[in-house]
Antibody, heavy 122, light 105 residues
């Protein structure tokens, strides 16, 4: 059974940084692309970033490009999201999700974690 | 940026058929995926590549996609109250619709 566990969320001041982690188990992590999706309180889903299975290809939404960095450590079966220059509008639950294939493009997301809350406030 | 539009809410009587649309420019040329999200829970994939059901999803869920509209259809609605989101890829980015709240009367 696929299991994805996010961690690293918390309260951070505007302009601050945070690193989110997603520990994966129950599947061969190195074979699948992964993604981060966020959801602001009471709002809809917003895609953040995706990374190919080997880590060579990454994609970002326009709203986070240049501020967030996605990465992965395949031997550790872990996905990361480095959040820099945080703004109030980045406040959200951040979900990691597994893609259906090794390619980060044109995929859908067939397993999701429960999310970790990031709150950006002074 | 690719815009994907969903109705804010859809209401349907218990046991009837619910239809949720997802509109976008020539969306029929793209693969559309659908997710169900119940309150306080993570999203669950219910339809992928327009009209395919993952294992464990009842055959009451179906999808179609043509022209500028993709559609999620849920027949014999019961226990399906949730938010539903469509998803597409365009220009190396993922776009979600704004979500539709399905209410069962």
């Amino acid at each position: 059974e696929v299991h994805l566990l996010e961690s690293g969320g918390g309260l951070v001041q505007p302009g601050g940084s945070l690193r989110l982690s997603c520990a994966a188990s129950g599947f061969t992590f190195r074979d699948y692309a992964m993604t981060w999706v966020r959801q602001a309180p009471g709002k809809g889903l917003e895609w953040v970033s995706a990374i190919s299975s080997g880590g060579a290809k990454t994609h970002y939404s326009d709203s986070v490009k240049g501020r967030f960095t996605i990465s992965r450590d395949n031997p550790k079966s872990s996905l990361y999201l480095q959040l820099n220059s945080l703004r109030a509008e980045d406040t959200a639950v951040y979900f990691c999700a597994k893609a259906n294939s090794s390619s980060s493009a044109f995929s859908y997301f067939d397993d999701w974690g429960q999310g970790t809350l990031v709150t950006v406030s002074s | 940026s690719y815009e994907v539009t969903q109705p804010l809410s859809v209401s349907v009587a218990l046991g009837q058929t619910a239809t949720i649309t997802c509109e976008g420019d020539n969306i029929g040329s793209k693969h559309v995926h659908w997710y169900q999200q119940k309150p306080g829970q993570a999203p669950v994939l219910v339809i992928y590549k327009d009209n395919n059901r993952p294992s464990g999803i009842p055959d009451r869920f179906s999808g179609s996609n043509s022209g500028n509209t993709a559609t999620l259809t849920i027949s014999k609605v019961h226990g399906d109250e949730a938010d539903y989101y469509c998803q597409v890829w365009d220009s190396s980015q993922v776009f979600f619709g704004g979500g539709t709240k399905l209410t069962v009367l």
